[in-house]
């Protein structure tokens, strides 16, 4: 069974400075996608960044970055000179590369960004 | 590109009547379209995976007589909850799968039964 867990339930950043958040997962498989998408309050769940797991190059995507560590399972998520919009609940999840019919999301993680 | 719009957002129905959300992908053509549920403070749940022109397929636990799920074009996605009932009050969110890109998400409706 694949399952994703995200061990933070909530935490906080202060404005401008580094915050990492955690997600292991679960699986026998070898070819997957894992994500992480943010859900601000308006519900809209918006995807921030995608790592194959064939990849071994950690993804980016401006001031979000991975650290994938596919023997620990473990795929964290680092938020960079964070800001006040990136404050939202923040999931992980992962999917096989040849199913897109389920997607296994993690419990989530609250961020909150001081000012 | 990849945008999926889902209507409506906001939803309150009485106890017993039937209401339904649709899921379109307005830029995109979608073969299949997942349905999620989420209780406050938690995780999605997906509840069915929604084929054009078949039967939905349902998770484990959902029932599909009370949640009817029609997939009638490429585009549009409609999950009808029958006889609702207050416990049925929640958030619901559709995605819908863009070739290689991926899924995208709606914005979510938010159903409250009293």
């Known amino acids: 069974a694949q399952t994703v867990t995200q061990s933070q339930p909530e935490m906080s950043v202060q404005e401008a400075e580094t915050v990492t958040l955690s997600c292991t997962y679960d699986?026998?498989?070898?070819?997957?996608?894992l994500f992480w998408y943010k859900q601000p309050p308006s519900r809209q769940m918006i995807l921030v960044i995608r790592?194959?797991?064939?990849?071994?190059q950690n993804a980016t995507e401006n001031r979000f970055s991975v650290n994938f560590q596919k023997a620990a399972k473990s795929f964290s998520l680092k938020i960079s000179d964070s800001q006040l919009g990136d404050a939202a609940m923040y999931f992980c999840?992962?999917?096989?590369?040849?199913?897109?019919?389920?997607?296994?999301f993690g419990s989530g993680t609250k961020l909150n960004v001081k000012p | 590109g990849a945008v999926v719009s889902q209507h409506p957002s906001r939803v309150i129905c009485k106890s017993g009547t039937s209401v339904k959300i649709e899921c379109r992908s307005l830029?995109?053509?979608?073969?299949?379209m997942f349905w999620y549920r989420q209780f406050p403070k938690q995780s999605l749940m997906l509840m069915a995976t929604?084929?054009?022109?078949?039967?939905?397929?349902?998770e484990q636990g959902v029932e599909k007589d009370k949640f009817l799920i029609n997939h009638a074009s490429l585009t549009l996605s409609t999950l009808t909850v029958t006889s609702a009932h207050p416990e049925d009050s929640s958030f619901y969110i559709c995605?819908?799968?863009?070739?290689?890109?991926?899924?995208?998400f709606g914005q979510g409706t938010r159903l409250t039964v009293v």
């Open positions: 995605s819908a799968r863009a070739d290689s890109r991926g899924a995208f």
């Open positions: 699986t026998s498989e070898s070819d997957y996608y």
């Open positions: 790592q194959e797991a064939y990849k071994q």
């Open positions: 999840a992962y999917r096989l590369i040849y199913n897109f019919n389920k997607f296994y």
């Open positions: 830029d995109f053509q979608a073969t299949t």
């Open positions: 929604s084929n054009e022109g078949s039967k939905a397929t349902y």
